[in-house]
């Protein structure tokens, strides 16, 4: 069982930035792929950004690309979020997610294990 909690999230003006973290419990944090997911209200959850076990690689949407990054370090079981450029599109509950999958994968189901979300605010 792998617990994932998000923090970091808050109300930001267009243009500015914020780092959102994901602490997870347990040991076996490195045999996780992480990701980063967004649901907007009466929308649905859609992927943000995703990085690979050892962090060597990294995947982004497009609607994210060049603005934010996703980082991660292992020996404090932690995967991050920093958003730059922030815009009132990106307002949402970002939520942390891990999969066991070695390959990346965009498609909710195939991430088991998520926390509880954050809400991020981008005013105009």
């Known amino acids: 069982q792998v617990q994932l909690v998000e923090s970091g999230g808050g109300l930001v003006q267009a243009g500015g930035s914020l780092r959102l973290s994901c602490a997870a419990s347990?040991?076996?944090?490195?045999?996780?792929?992480m990701g980063w997911f967004r649901q907007a209200p009466g929308k649905e959850r859609e992927f943000v950004a995703r990085i690979s076990r050892s962090g060597a690689s990294t995947y982004y949407a497009d609607s994210v690309k060049g603005r934010f990054t996703i980082s991660r370090d292992n020996a404090k079981n932690t995967v991050y979020l920093q958003m730059n450029s922030l815009k009132p599109e990106d307002t949402a509950v970002y939520y942390c997610?891990?999969?066991?999958?070695?390959?990346?994968?965009?498609?909710?189901?195939?991430?088991?294990?998520w926390g509880q979300g954050t809400q991020v605010t981008v005013s105009s």
């Open positions: 997610a891990s999969t066991p999958r070695l390959l990346g994968t965009v498609v909710l189901s195939d991430w088991v294990y």
């Open positions: 347990g040991r076996t944090f490195s045999s996780y792929t």
